[in-house]
């Protein structure tokens, strides 16, 4: 967002003077979901939706109930206010913020995409591992993007990395929870794995379209724990996220294929 954009607040377009305020509400904490929105309406919004209420409902203790097309209709009045182009693609971020009135839901417009449909990205970052803890870390809270924006700056300042660069969360134990906050896809062979959520992976809209797409493509999934000290013998290792699929070029001196993520793409909706 910048100085001079509207953003949307419970259907309200908030002029770009007004706006700077909402970073005073962000300060109190709010649950993300960044959309992929064409021709002006958000794909999956009742999913995003669903998973913006039960997040707040885990972190925040109060229950919201969003109409899918109240919503979609903002998405397009906000978009249209900022003069975003009537086709193509776009992000929207939605925020549920906690407010007196229990919450508020704040409409932010995002970069302009390329690919009119989910996509395989065409740059490829290199990655890199880092242990580190966030609560409800499953959960798209703000305090998971704020730890995944940390550990970046970790990883540019102690690698001296430059480009294009994605920091693998581990846990404990070794096991790798996520690409900053989206879930990991790793190829083993002829099979695709990734973390369950069960073990703290993010519960994502994308993860559900991606394995929906693995299965439509019939390729081989086993849910499992994709750890570091395994890094070194996985072919692939891609992120899902709304831009689509991310496959990873390297991590230190281990190259990675990207092969896999052309047939799940195509089966992506």
Known sequence: MTPTDYIS??????????????????????????????????????????????????????????SPAMVAAWCADLLVRNRYPSGGSCRVSALLIPSERGADLVLVGGEILLYEGYSVRPVRPSASVDCYDVSFGEMPTSAAFEAAEAALLRARNRLKVQGSHVVLRTDDEGVILSAGTAPLFAVEGHTIITTPLAYGAPDTVERQITLDAIARSEIALREDVVVADALDRYDELFFADYRGLTSIDRIGQTNYMSLVVDRIVRSMR
């Open 9 to 66: 607040v419970n259907g309200a377009i908030v002029a770009p003077t007004t706006s700077l305020d909402t970073f005073e509400w962000l300060r109190a904490g709010y649950v993300r979901q960044d959309m992929r929105v064409r021709d002006r309406r958000p794909l999956h919004v009742a999913t995003h939706l669903a998973l913006l209420g039960r997040a707040f409902e885990r972190v925040y203790g109060r229950r919201v109930v969003l």
